[in-house]
């Protein structure tokens, strides 16, 4: 899983040597205002640690989805601010620390151009990549620099590995995965490598819906792949431990999700919705269920809210399982995304052992046990 990936100790003597650093500082803004700054803090060790050695830091980092050009809503300005607010709070020399412009202001990011590599690495000494939001993805900072300069993995890529490889490698049983979200079709190849080594696994969210209907069940109008039933049907058929809904949140004819006012009444509904109504939610049955299966569990790996939670009506059967992770004596290991905003927002982000910091990255590495970045930095 993932093993001989530099870490910083392999680097070479840094005093007064410049350091490219690949940070993941895809912050939220609201009209230019930060409104998390985790992913700044979460690269504060690695820069600490640079800065200890003597080098100068060059950080670059992407923000939202410029069109590879320069946009306003899209400028490091924030960020680099707070960078260094939260630097000479730690009473680090924050003018030793330089972040870059944006890099998808520039098309060679996404397309890999190696003459944006080659001015990326222009001047610097070492490479580190920390971004593990980003490392499933071959763009030029990701995949470029260890082909040019010694590289090493960040505190925070470096743990991330540690964390994921070690639910694929040697967990603590019985090991529980909890998937939910949107789509089977978004997260089928990872459903399929973790039914290879965890004991059992949760399905909520909107992707239980092709599920029921594979076990015959109606789902109103709820969301639904007809081209995946077939596929759920061989998962559920083959004699793997996959729990479902057994009862279920449904907003009836003439609801809408986010407008309470609109009418449409709430209930709960068995494992069949009816027609014309949207399963929203897994029941309070369900979450009782689920949180018993949990709490047994030792080691659980939570990716996908339960419902349409940002909806205060239909956040219950994510808020059950948010608590339940939280409460389990096992290891528990939240999969980034929404799962993240979830734990944060009901409160159990810091009673959890590990939020990961990425979304796609967390998935892909479960499901390949590597990812692009690091197989550039093995390569370096």
Known sequence: MSSGVPVLEDLPDLDGKAVLVRADFNVPLSDGVIADDLRIRAALPTIEWLLSKGARVTACSHLGRPKGRPDPASDVAPVR??????????????????????????PGEISNDPAFVAQLVEGHDAYVNDAFGASHREHASIVGPPAHLPSAAGRLLAREVEVLGGLRENPKRPFCAVMGGSKVSDKLAVIESLLAVV?????????????LAAQGHSVGASLFEPDMVDTCKALLDSGATIHLPSDITALGPGGKLFEPDAGGEVRQVGQSVPDGWMGVDIGPGTAAEFTDVLLDARTILWNGPMGVFEDPRFEAGTASVAKAVAESRGYSVVGGGDSAAAAKQFGVDRDVDHVSTGGGASLELLEKGDLPGLAALRSS
């Open 199 to 211: 004991d059992s696994l949760i399905i909520g969210g909107g992707m239980c819906f092709t599920f």
């Open 81 to 106: 601010a707070r960078l260094a607010e939260l630097l000479t709070a730690k009473g680090l020399d924050a003018a030793r620390v330089t972040l870059l412009d944006n890099l998808r202001w520039n």
